[in-house]
């Protein structure tokens, strides 16, 4: 939770800590992110500075798609840049694939 991300090395600085509790203090703040990095049908992963948003520049974002008919939500894991890549992508695209099943129908 947010409690533990002050004890994570990316957030000894205490902009950067400022920074992300900005961006997760704001819903809409979170939703701009994500929707600027989603792309219709795959996984996006975005490192470090290839965030566009300041607020997470210390951090990945991987995130996916998912539909409810024609409608499109997107599925978003902030983390650090160390995060287990192998591990958090395939669980992000498969909650984005049930999340697409399960509200469809």
Known sequence: ???????????TSRRSLESLMTLLDNRRNIAQSLTK??????IVVKIGDENKDLNIQ???LV?????VGNVRGILGIIGPTRMQYSKIIPVVD???QVLSRVLTN
Do not use: M, W
Not at 63 to 67: D, I, M
């Open 1 to 11: 939770g947010a409690q533990n991300i002050v004890h994570q090395p990316e957030f």
């Open 37 to 42: 990095l989603a792309d219709e049908r795959k």
């Open 58 to 60: 210390q951090c990945s």
């Open 63 to 67: 995130t996916s798609s998912y539909y």
């Open 94 to 96: 498969y909650i984005s």
